[in-house]
């Protein structure tokens, strides 16, 4: 490609002339046919992701150019980045120039932070650069080889977004990797729900921004707010020249240029569930009243004779009884209770409040106020809020004080929001089993990167139990036996339920422990740090999971290293992955077990009451035979929810672009 082109894509990917002010990908306009052949696509994509030859010519070739920097004066690599920034913007990102920017990056990097990344992490680096998705394994340094790729593009004058699954990470990762940028002569900032527009509108002007995937996106669907109706790129352009107060200003973004995203298959998958809804306070006062009546009423059922309940699907369906009974008291009641489709859905949601959103798993009581915990993460979310009433019923469920309703501004889901970005690459450590849907959805090739140094991980025997306490019983055994030899453990859990559990049992038999979970969020740099200290206790939920480095203390390593037990399977493998790979990263030494009762919610939940009743006549000690059935039934069980969760994401694509067609009278789709 000569060097003309090559500047003209790379002008292309920001803000300017050819991308316009406010740069972004306008939604395909794709069919049935179209999107069937991204399905094949994405399904032969799954077989080139351990092609690994141009990588390490790559590798070679910064290594060679790497050489060269090694003697030169911090005065002379400026210099050198100061024609290499010119270059970029005359040439583009040609591969050439990107070898030498990775190279100078590599030696920056080494004297301000003293960390040179391996020829694994200039691996990711490159595939990210050109919009791919690197699945590099937990504890590769994911956090330093973004910088690679972040750097080159914002030398190349591209407005980078970092993005990642909490704020935790998102001001780690900021503040650690500040001092690499700032030697390059880039700015970087960060965003996070504290941050007033100002301070949000100056953290995306900076050339690389690490901010959370619902920060942004909900920053991008305000900025749609003030664009509205009207996409004109010119007529923005023309703003400027003859008004003092233009929509340019008004934007918290510079656009959608390029964005960088960490676990990727935690932001673009397990949360491309849920749409993402932009709201505002409108006063309910008048419906509080109502939400109680309909909990009333609710608590006044019984169910499989009133209702049935589906845990799988989380829904509720009124039976012909309980239609019939709701009809009758509503006769004394309210008009609004005399509509039977309105009375119907605002009971539904009250047996939905009552019996399918549980405290301690769904959410927190914190202050007085209903927070949700998002199931992927474990993490606190205070500013989400269930919609048609639903949170306000869990408050009179709980006995809060009940919050106003919020009136719906703004609509749109991840997978819209990220295949808006001109480009997009990103990293995790478990991509391989979703590889095809991120290809048919955001066009995201996978390309996995081989290891720093060999895996010492070592895999124990699972252990499968008839019920929840002879499960919590051998785990604590488990950790009573580990601890003694001075191994560090941690135990992950499902729940911030089963880990207060858990934690009351340990103290009972006079283990010392740290909890983690979304109650102790803002301590969680202080517990992640000591969990690998000799002999210390960790239980946790998914906190642990992702983007969490667990240092080993000086002789852990001769121990065993870490020693991780899961105490349940998650919906996905992918999350049981990230779990395990929170022991022997970087060739350490690490272990992990599983531990599983037949009364885990996800085997009660989708197994058959007769397969359940089969595997608990099974002995404990049955043999491989026995342990292996046990597994297969486990793991198709956990299959079933993968499909449900697939399929409910194809549904909710599926309705945006139907809604869309409804729409499209009015130009605009949120």
Known sequence: MSNASTAAITGALRPGLIAGRYPQRLDPDTGWADRMIRSIQGALARLTIDHHAGLHRVAEAIGRQGKQLTGLSNTRLENMLVDLRRRFRSRGLSDPLCIQAFALIREVSFRTLHKRHYDSQLMGGWVMLHGQLAEMETGEGKTLTATLAAAALALAGVPVHVITVNEYLVQRDAVSMGPLYKALGLTVGFVTA??????????????????????????????????????????????????????LKQFLLRGLCFAIVDEADSVLIDEARTPLILTRNIDSSEEHAIYRQALKLALKMENDRDFFLDPKGRGVQLSLIGQQGLSRSAKTMDSVWQNARRREELVCQALHALYLLHKDRDYLISDGKV??????????????????????????????????????????????????YLRIGGMTGTAREVSAELWSVYGLRVQRIPLHRPSQRRELSPRIFPDAPKKWAAVIASVKQKQATGQPVLIGTASVGDSESLSERLAAKGILHQVLNARQDKEEARIVAAAGQKGQVTVATNMAGRGTDIPLAEGVAGLGGLHVIAACRNDARRIDRQLYGR????????????????????????????????????????????????????????????????????????????????????????
């Open 194 to 247: 504290d941050m007033k527009v100002e301070q949000r509108r100056a953290g995306y002007a900076c050339d690389i921004t690490y901010c959370t995937n619902d920060q942004v996106a909900f920053d991008y669907l305000r900025d749609r707010l003030v664009l509205g109706n009207d996409h004109s790129q010119l007529r923005l352009q023309l703003e400027s020249a003859h008004s003092r107060k233009t929509r």
């Open 371 to 420: 927070v949700i915990v998002d199931a992927n993460t474990g993490r606190a979310m205070p500013d989400r809020s269930w919609e048609r009433g639903l949170h306000q019923l869990v408050e009179a469920k709980e006995d809060c004080p009940l919050t106003d309703a919020r009136e719906q501004l703004g609509r749109l889901t991840y997978q819209r929001f990220f295949s808006r």
């Open 583 to 670: 022991c022997a990263r970087q060739g350490d030494a690490g272990s992990y077990q599983v531990f599983l009762s037949l009364e885990d919610d996800l085997i009660q939940q989708n197994c058959h009451p007769a397969v359940i009743r089969f595997l608990s006549r099974i002995p404990a000690h049955g043999g491989m035979f026995f342990r292996k059935l046990n597994l297969f039934f486990i793991r198709r069980a956990q299959r079933r929810v993968e499909g449900r969760h697939r399929e409910a994401r194809r549904i909710l694509m599926q309705h945006e672009l139907q809604t869309d067609q409804k729409l499209a009278f009015s130009g605009n789709m949120e």
